[in-house]
Structure formats: C-alpha cells, structure tokens
C-alpha cells in the first residue's frame, strides 16, 4: 500500500524555522519526483516545491523560493521541506505528492500556523 506520511506541523512564531518530514513507503522511492504544496484556510492548495528522482534536483515557486528547501534522504525514504523566514501568511496543511502507476498520491497533511 502507497503511503506518505508528513509530519512535523506546529506552532511557529513569524521568522521562525520548522523542518517537514514526509516518510513514504509502499513504492520505489528513488523512483520517483516528490512534491509539497500546501492549502490556506479558505484556499486552493498550491504547489511549494518539487525535488526529483536521483539525485533530486528541486524546484521552488516564487512564495517561497529562498526561504524553502526541499531535500531527500533515500536511506530513510523522506522527503524534507526546510521552512525558513516564516510568516503568518504561511500558515496552512501541508501535504507531500507523487504522481505514479497512473495515479497521483496525497499524504496525509500536517497543519503550520505562523504567530505574528
């Protein structure tokens, strides 16, 4: 069975730091691109970050490029999301995907507020 699992969330005072594991399992992890996005109160989910297979190469979108890595670590199947310069407006669930065997594949998200 195809398992993400993200965890990590909390309560996080603005300019504050929190780090993101997403631990997957029920696949060929080195296989395949790993994204994370996140969904505001009262907003559509947005994409954050994609890291690819291999060796990961990532990608950012502009809210966060700078602020945000993304990383992985094929020993442990897991995917990071290093959340740094946080601000209110990042509070949201965050949630890890792929897409594979034809399908896309959400974890099961992880709320982060940002205090001002």
């Known amino acids: 069975e195809v398992q993400l699992q993200a965890s990590g969330g909390g309560v996080v005072q603005a300019g504050g730091s929190l780090r993101l594991p997403c631990e997957a399992s029920g696949f060929d992890f080195d296989d395949y691109a790993i994204g994370w996005f996140r969904q505001a109160p009262g907003k559509e989910r947005e994409g954050l970050s994609c890291i690819s297979k291999g060796p990961g190469s990532t990608y950012y979108t502009q809210p966060v490029k700078g602020r945000f890595t993304t990383s992985r670590d094929s020993a442990k199947n897991t995917v990071y999301l290093q959340m740094n310069s946080l601000k209110p407006e990042d509070t949201a669930v965050y949630y890890c995907?792929?897409?594979?065997?034809?399908?896309?594949?959400w974890g099961q998200g992880t709320l982060v507020t940002v205090s001002s």
């Open positions: 995907y792929f897409s594979g065997r034809g399908r896309g594949y």
